[in-house]
């Protein structure tokens, strides 16, 4: 792998809070490597940032492996950037070429509100959650674990779900804003095993309900979704969550 | 200096855990409704000990400071979680996995905790699996197992790569169904910054809310932090980026022993750090060590291409030394021998602080394996090595995947570079049988507690451990403190030490902004981390310590006069955030060193260059070392308080893994 350097111009989202305006701001950045991350870039603008006595740029992240799903921005108007399956904090910055200009915003989307430039609150994710996301099992209250024996198809189909990271790069991709991908991984997952069955109807009720509770647009079937998703979730989902949907809403549940 | 008593209850270890839940304290449904706890933290440990304590119906606060609980630093967890299940009919038992994790603890853990842990383990499991976390499954339905580093059975339950991400996920759900009932209420996207004591227990917190900047003070009966570890105070390390000390350290500052801080795990297999704009590093799985085999050339320098050099011109050292456990010797073991060829001039890479990770042999061996299984007679070779690049990929793709995205290298046809890195840390707050502190009413979960691993932890035994503290252990012993508690009706916020916290931790704010220098936080936490990498690492030396604790005291000083922090105090601040972090673990760094520098011998991941065996390996001194340090904070400096660690059960002997 050759490794080069580059100059860089960046359009970066700029708002002072959740209340305030925002607007583009251009940087110019040099001599970054082709081996650096992409938030390793954002680093190195924000120590310049801070030492010219500017205000450094306010952004999501925490693991930086691509698995805590909190890194949201979006990069040349895609959410998480150019790689396909890749968070905004696995991109490299051997993505670019000396003398690009990126664009950076933050995830937009009425139920995801900006705090600060490139941070927004997704906590109505965690609401649709508590609207029925789980299986109501206390602890102590578990069988064996091997007393429930599971087809290895099902359990690796709910396992590819269950990978869902919340990062909310569907919604952002989405014109209409949905959530949809992001709930139907969680529907699914439950609903493919035996340990979900007993509140598989009531659950996807609620959680749709809640969804449209918190402004989150409706599905077209664009499919943006699954192209931005970086964990590659699969929009065959969206249609097991319309079958169970349908399903509980003919029982009467 | 005392003595510290760890309240073990009397008996045989095999009973202990089963007397104590049978004589504890309980409380009663209606006083639980009256009773308030607050939970620091939301990874395995917190998570699990907020839902259930909300599902006993005590009043729960959790606080984290991402944006939601479900981003904690767990989630990370790649390889998997143990438990002794036996599954797999190979000989395991709670005993093995107790007496496993006290070996490979280098004989520095408390027996009578080790063995509740393995005993509980199974419990973790059935759990975990009722609540639908996605375990890998044989073909018969029934739950996977893989073996993991310093032991010879398979006890480890995994989800491909992302076990850490399942458990929490169950966790999470676990708490927000908790949160939906209204018996937990949760507070992302703030972090505590003090602890409030009142006449000598523990009884609420200061926490800043991260986006408006307002400091916050609430109350609680008891107050059990489960804010993970420490590993960032070597700047570089596979913690997440915010993972810090702070909670621990403000309630060490206020009383807390601080147990073993120089007990620190460097992991074997990291990729490389590439350049100084480095973050962070990113852990490869210890499973990959299942698999893969870990060479150097057998020549010094070698600058040819990996596949070019033969077989016979590779040294596969960890197979020649230990020949025993080969590639899954424990962690400090692997990054010791990784750092000696290296250091010896056998590295690889540009950077040469790097050995192979190789997989050509397992694809090999996998391919062949499908072959017969699937009954294809004579193949190409192309085609078994297709066959078993298609199992590796199902085993381990999305590590593969990970490295190839950091690197731009292809590990199916090229071995992986990987290097030692900071980890886990095995030191921690002090906690007694029941995990409380040294403060009463202060209780320590998951990594941010030193209970358990001793002085080197085993691969899968954290998550394990997390879950442990969380779902099954706190829930007894905390009931055990709060039953004395049912008098105690809510003490106001405008309690004396409520406003004394606020102003201490504001006072402290007001410092930290109004320095204005020229140095920013990052620059500050890079030369920690360098000096604490340099000497209190994976070699340590009486010479090297001294320095290091002068090197952070000026370090110290420097900070506190340069530091140059932007923005405002009464508003989101990122930075201000840092500081308040980098200052904690700068007095941690110095606090490490100190412990590093007392205790002369070598055990698990301390390895001080002074004690070693003539064929380098780590030499213990148990007549002197057979305790658990535990400083207590002064004005001027720490105060050593050992806790004796006797083996009733498992007879302490040298480590051997050959
Ligand atoms: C890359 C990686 C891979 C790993 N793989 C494995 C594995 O395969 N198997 C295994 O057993 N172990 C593994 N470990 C170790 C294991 O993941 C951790 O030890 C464990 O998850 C720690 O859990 P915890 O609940 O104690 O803390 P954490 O998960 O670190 O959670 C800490 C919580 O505390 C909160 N917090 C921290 N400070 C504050 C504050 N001041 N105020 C408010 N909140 C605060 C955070 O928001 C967070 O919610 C791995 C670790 C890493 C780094
Ligand atoms: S479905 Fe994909 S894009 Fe949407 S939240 Fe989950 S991981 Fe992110
Ligand atoms: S920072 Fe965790 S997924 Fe990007």
């Given at each position: 792998m050759q490794h080069y350097t580059m100059n860089l111009n960046l359009k970066v989202w700029r708002q002072k809070s959740g209340t305030s305006t925002g607007g583009f701001e251009t940087y110019s950045v040099s001599n970054i490597s082709s081996e650096m991350s992409f938030l390793e870039m954002i680093d190195v603008l924000n120590e310049r940032l801070i030492k010219e006595g500017g205000d450094p740029i306010a952004f999501d992240h925490d693991c930086r492996e691509g698995i805590c799903g909190m890194c949201s921005m979006v990069i040349d108007g895609r959410p998480h950037g150019p790689w396909k399956g890749t968070t905004t904090c696995q991109l490299?910055?051997?993505a670019f070429k000396d003398g690009d200009t990126i664009t950076i915003e933050p995830f937009r989307a009425n139920a995801f509100p900006v705090i600060k430039d490139l941070m927004v609150s997704r906590s109505a994710f965690d609401r649709i959650i508590q609207a029925g996301g789980y299986v109501s099992v206390n602890t102590g209250n578990a069988v064996d674990g091997n007393a429930i024996p599971i087809e290895k198809e099902k359990a690796d189909d709910a396992f590819a779900a269950a990978a869902c990271i919340g990062c909310g790069a569907c919604v952002a991709a989405c014109k209409n804003a949905s959530a949809m991908l992001f709930l139907s991984a969680k529907v699914s997952h439950l609903a493919l095993l035996p340990q979900g069955e007993p509140e598989r109807k009531q659950r996807v009720v609620s959680m749709v309900a809640q969804m449209d509770k918190e402004g989150f647009g409706s599905c077209t079937n664009t499919y943006a979704c699954e192209a931005e998703c970086p964990k590659e979730i699969s929009v065959l989902n969206i249609a097991r969550l319309n079958r169970e949907y349908l399903n509980a809403s003919l029982s009467g549940s | 200096m005392h003595m510290l008593d760890s309240m073990i209850p009397a008996g045989p270890l095999e009973e202990k855990w089963t007397r104590y839940k049978g004589t504890v304290k309980l409380v009663n449904p209606a006083n639980k409704r009256k009773l308030e706890v607050i939970v620091i933290g939301t990874g395995l440990a917190g998570s699990s000990a907020a839902a259930s304590l909300g599902e006993m119906g005590y009043k729960v606060k959790a606080f984290c400071f991402q944006d939601t609980p479900r981003r904690a630093h767990s989630i990370a967890a790649q390889g998997g979680i143990n438990a002794a299940k036996n599954y797999q009919n190979d000989g395991d038992s709670v005993y093995r996995l107790f007496y496993d994790t006290i070996k490979g603890g280098d004989y520095r853990a408390r027996e009578a905790n080790v063995y509740r842990l393995a005993e509980v383990s199974t419990h973790i499991i059935d759990q975990c699996v009722a609540q639908g976390v996605p375990f890998a499954r044989e073909y018969g339905g029934l739950l996977s197992n893989r073996s993991f580093g310093g032991t010879q059975v398979q006890r480890t339950f995994y989800a491909a790569g992302q076990t850490g991400q399942q458990l929490l996920i169950g966790a999470y759900q676990a708490l927000e169904r908790q949160v939906a009932l209204g018996t937990v209420e949760m507070f992302s996207r703030h972090e505590m910054v003090e602890l409030v004591i009142i006449d000598g227990k523990a009884r609420g917190v200061i926490v800043r809310?991260?986006?408006?900047g307002e400091l916050e003070r609430h109350f609680g009966h008891a107050v059990l932090l489960c804010s993970g570890g420490y590993g960032n105070v070597f700047y570089l390390?596979?913690?997440?980026?915010?993972?810090?000390?702070t909670a621990a350290w403000r309630a060490h500052r206020n009383g807390a022993y601080f147990a073993n801080p120089c007990f620190t795990q460097i992991h074997p297999t990291c990729i490389p750090v590439s350049g100084d704009h480095q973050s962070k590093l990113t852990l490869m799985s210890e499973s990959l060590r299942n698999d893969g085999r870990i060479w150097v050339p057998k020549q010094q320098g070698d600058n040819r291409k990996p596949n070019q050099i033969p077989e016979e011109e590779r040294d596969y050292y960890l197979e020649r030394r230990y020949p025993a456990f080969g590639n899954l010797v424990p962690r400090d073991v692997a990054s010791r021998a990784a750092k000696e060829r290296c250091d010896a001039g056998y590295g690889v890479g540009s950077s040469r602080q790097a050995v192979y990770l190789d997989y050509a042999a397992a694809i090999q061996r996998y391919g062949k394996a499908e072959v017969s299984k699937h009954n294809l007679g004579n193949v190409s070779t192309e085609v078994i090595t297709n066959l078993g690049k298609e199992v590796v990929k199902e085993k381990y793709g999305n590590l593969f995947a990970m490295y190839e995205k950091i690197t731009g290298e292809n590990p199916y046809e090229v071995p992986m570079r990987i290097y030692p890195a900071v980890h886990y840390t095995m030191g921690g707050l002090w906690v007694d049988y029941e995990l409380k502190t040294t403060i009463d009413g202060l209780y320590a979960l998951g990594e941010a507690n030193f209970s358990d691993h001793g002085a080197n932890r085993l691969g899968a035994s954290a998550l394990m451990q997390g879950l442990a503290d969380g779902y099954f252990v706190i829930p007894y012993t905390l009931g055990n403190y709060l039953a004395d508690e049912i008098r105690t009706t809510p003490i106001s916020l405008d309690h004396p030490a409520f406003v004394e916290a606020e102003k201490k931790a504001n006072d402290r704010i007001q410092r930290l902004m109004s320095i204005q220098g020229k140095q920013t936080v990052e620059s500050f936490h890079k030369r920690l981390g360098k000096i604490i990498w340099d000497q209190c690492g994976m070699a340590r030396s009486e010479e090297g310590l001294k320095k290091a604790i002068a090197d952070v005291q000026a370090l110290k000083k420097e900070f506190w006069s340069d530091v140059r922090i932007p923005g405002e105090v009464n508003a989101m601040n990122p930075e201000l955030d840092k500081a308040g972090r980098v200052a904690d673990f700068i007095e941690l760094g110095e606090l490490m060193c100190v412990d590093a520098l007392n205790r002369n011998e070598s055990c698990g991941g301390h390895f001080r260059e002074e004690f070693q065996t003539s064929d380098g390996e780590a030499l213990r001194d148990d007549e002197q070392y057979m305790y658990v340090s535990a400083w207590e904070y002064n004005e001027s400096g720490w105060d050593l308080h050992k806790e004796e660690l006797n083996y009733e059960k498992v007879k302490p002997s040298q480590r051997s893994y050959k």
């Open positions: 490299h910055m051997r | 809310d991260l986006v408006t390390s596979t913690n997440a980026m915010g993972s810090n000390v």
